[in-house]
Nanobody, 123 residues
Framework: QLQLVESGGGVVQSGGSLRLSCAAS????????IGWFRQAPGKAREGLTC????????YYADSVKGRFTISRDNAKNTVYLQMNNLNTEDTAFYYC????????????????WGQGTHVTVSS
């Protein structure tokens, strides 16, 4: 069974940091681009960042540029999202998603999704 599982969410104070993990099972991430998305209540799902299968293509949304960093560890079949200098507007459910090879900012392009992990940033 092909599955992505996010972890690492929680409650953090404004200015703090969290590292989210996205672990794959049932398939290898070597050939997949991995995107991180988030969704706050009443808002559309927002693409934050993506790393292509070759690690050559990375993009960051303006809202997280300079604060969030995506990385992968193929040996652990896991992708990470390091989030620094968090603020209350970062409160949301965070999701990872996978599609073959190339990055996309469109939710509909991704074949596999995790169940999400919640991040709350308190002021």
């Amino acid at each position: 069974q092909l599955q992505l599982v996010e972890s690492g969410g929680g409650v953090v104070q404004s200015g703090g940091s969290l590292r989210l993990s996205c672990a794959a099972s049932g398939f290898t991430l070597d050939y997949y681009a991995i995107g991180w998305f988030r969704q706050a209540p009443g808002k559309a799902r927002e693409g934050l960042t993506c790393l292509s299968s070759s690690d050559e293509t990375t993009y960051y949304a303006d809202s997280v540029k300079g604060r969030f960093t995506i990385s992968r560890d193929n040996a652990k079949n896991t992708v990470y999202l390091q989030m620094n200098n968090l603020n209350t507007e970062d409160t949301a459910f965070y999701y990872c998603a996978a599609q073959l090879y190339y990055c996309s900012g469109y939710v509909s392009d991704y074949n596999y999704w995790g169940q999400g992990t919640h991040v709350t940033v308190s002021s």
